[in-house]
């Protein structure tokens, strides 16, 4: 079992950066790729970025390529998600999910595990 938590969170200017970040409990944190996904309100739940175990692969949706990264700390159990240039259609709850099997996975069925969520606004 993992549970995750996600902080970081909040209200920001369009343009403006914030970081989020995804605490795991447990022993086996290093055992799951790690992702984020976001849902905007009466949208389905999209994906946002991955990273593997190790942290040496990435990837992430066209929509956030080259303004978002995706990290982990192994040692901290702990993958961050730092969000540049931020733009109003970014606007969601903003969720991390752990998946034990696949690599690098962008689908939702393939993770195991989900956050609460945080809300991101993105204001003009």
């Known amino acids: 079992q993992v549970q995750l938590v996600e902080s970081g969170g909040g209200l920001v200017q369009a343009g403006g950066s914030l970081r ?3 605490a795991a409990s447990g022993r086996t944190f290093i ?3 790690m992702g984020w996904f976001r849902q905007a ?3 389905e739940r999209e994906f946002v970025a991955a990273i593997s ?5 990435t ?9 978002f990264t995706i990290s982990r700390d192994n040692a901290k159990n702990t993958v961050y998600l730092q969000m540049n240039s ?4 970014d606007t969601a709850v903003y969720y991390c999910a752990a998946a034990k099997l696949a690599v690098v ?4 069925d393939e993770y195991d595990y989900w956050g609460q ?3 991101v606004t993105v204001s003009s």
């Open 31 to 33: 055992s799951y790729a």
């Open 59 to 67: 990837s992430y949706a066209d929509s956030v390529k080259g303004r």
């Open 105 to 108: 996975p962008r689908g939702k």
């Open 41 to 43: 309100p009466g949208k």
């Open 86 to 89: 931020l733009k109003l259609e």
């Open 20 to 22: 989020l970040s995804c």
């Open 53 to 57: 175990r190790s942290g040496v692969r």
């Open 117 to 119: 969520g945080t809300q």
